[in-house]
């Protein structure tokens, strides 16, 4: 079974929306076949390029960095998540899938040409210092981040555990820019955090979907069970989660569901082509009200989206990030690899992820009208980055630059910066969609013909 790819994230490696990097098993590990002689004879405008700049350019360039640089350019023409990792890349990269190591807790990505923070991870030093969804990364220690690519920034973020790094970020509606120094920690995500709401009723977050994570929540779904005698209702709260491994989505949406299929990838070999399908048993007694945001993406996304085509859950919330691509990770005969979009992941209903995302059943905010306002000008979504897949796999057009104008009640002026976000997510009484959440739980019976034809 393939496995979706391992975000590398600053301080945490799981996830899927910028940065990733998936191990898909079988064909995704073997080394790749030599290109055809008849390719070869038409790169002769390359090789004369090359020839060229070696000869007149103003200082002497190695063939090495010529032709990196050549694969980069290629790759980056490609989609956003596609790149070329050079050997040492790539060593490190299998050194860090195999453990733990000292980081920010940061996930990042490029938006217009600008290291973006997708998300700060809960619990982690990034979180604590006040990191924001949307800070645009400007500088790393002195250097400024403009000439690096997302695997380099990464790379410089990440460290031994307690050494500091210092990071400049500029944020929307501020006019300079905020320094932070941060400490490296061990980043250690705890994938399942669970408790009871009201007697009843569970409450259950996904904060990422790692190895265990669906052994785990079967954990804290029994032990739910045994605290309120019967679970008449739950809440699935999968909001700021960035995905993880393919595999752990599949296993979780399958303890809600006991047949039918769970989501298929497209791609043009056979073997890019998957289907995968649900197993009779599970939690299928009680209903689900699932939470998303725009930070809920591919993994996340798969979930919400195969309980919604079954109409085993209503969806609450926000439009989801819609990273709906797979990556796989190619080995080359000199030690590099290539990360490569191979495939696209669809919903049992044929709903493409990519970019569109899931829409919630019923869309609600957390956040009050000024902060709404606010956060749409720093919000990413895979339709943000530059040369996104469309649809069907078309690349997207490049995104639009949104100014302030007119009517827009901004005036062109800049605005004070928006205030610390009060919600508590995952308390009753602090967190306006969990809230809404319970009640949906709680009056059921009447919308259960919304459960039954979400979707449709």
């Known amino acids: 079974m393939q496995r979706q790819r391992q975000k590398v994230v600053v301080g945490l490696l799981a996830g899927v929306v910028a940065v990733g990097v998936i191990f898909l098993g079988g064909q995704g590990l073997d080394k790749v076949s030599a290109v055809g002689r008849d390719v070869y004879e038409e790169l002769e405008a390359f090789t004369n390029v090359l020839a060229i700049v070696q000869k007149n350019y103003v200082e002497e360039v190695g063939t090495q960095k010529l032709v990196e640089g050549a694969i980069n350019g290629m790759l980056n023409a490609l989609d956003p998540h596609s790149a070329y990792l ?100 061990v980043i250690k995500v705890q994938s399942v955090k669970s408790h009871s709401l009201e007697k009843g009723y569970g409450y259950v977050r996904l904060t990422q979907f790692q190895d265990h994570t669906s052994a785990d929540l079967d954990s804290a779904l029994s032990r739910l069970t045994q605290q309120n005698g019967k679970l008449e209702g739950l809440v699935l709260d999968l909001r700021n989660n960035p995905g993880g491994l393919l595999s752990q989505a599949v296993k979780v949406a399958d303890l809600f569901l006991d047949s039918g299929m769970i989501v298929y990838t497209e791609g043009r070999l056979d073997t890019q082509r998957q289907k995968y399908y649900a197993h009779p048993g599970g939690y299928i007694d009680f209903p689900i009200v699932v939470l998303v945001n725009g930070g809920s993406a591919s993994a996340s996304e798969i979930v919400a989206g195969a309980l919604q085509d079954h109409g085993r859950a209503v969806i609450l919330g926000t439009q989801t990030f819609g990273k709906g691509s797979v990556q796989t990770i190619l080995p080359l005969e000199n030690g590099a690899a290539l990360r490569l979009t191979t495939a696209l992941y669809f919903t ?14 019923i869309t609600l905010e957390n956040l009050t009208p000024t902060q709404i306002a606010a956060r749409e000008q720093r919000e990413i979504r895979e339709e943000n980055l530059r040369g996104h897949f469309g649809k069907k796999g078309q690349p997207g057009p490049a995104p639009a630059v949104k100014e302030n104008s007119p009517g827009d009640g901004t005036d062109g002026k800049e605005e004070p910066a928006e205030k610390e976000n009060t919600v ?16 949906l739980l709680k009056s059921w019976r009447v919308f259960k013909t919304t459960v039954a034809t979400a979707g449709k």
């Open 86 to 185: 050079t050997p040492e890349l790539y060593k490190e990269l299998q050194v860090d899938t195999e453990g733990s190591f000292g980081g920010l807790g940061i996930e990042i990505t490029v938006r217009d040409g600008v290291l973006t923070v997708v998300a700060p991870i809960e619990d982690t030093p990034a979180y604590r210092a006040g990191i924001k969804a949307g800070d645009q990364i400007i500088k790393i220690e002195d250097q400024l981040t403009k000439d690096l690519s997302l695997i380099e920034a990464v790379k410089k973020m990440r460290g031994p555990k307690g050494s500091k790094v210092a990071i400049s970020v500029r944020r929307e509606g501020t006019s300079r820019l905020l320094d932070f120094s941060l400490v490296r920690e």
């Open 348 to 361: 049992p209903n044929g709903r493409s992820i990519q970019v569109t995302g899931v829409t919630p059943d």
């Open 424 to 439: 508590k997510e995952g308390e009753l009484g602090k967190d306006p969609q969990l809230d809404r959440a319970l009640q």
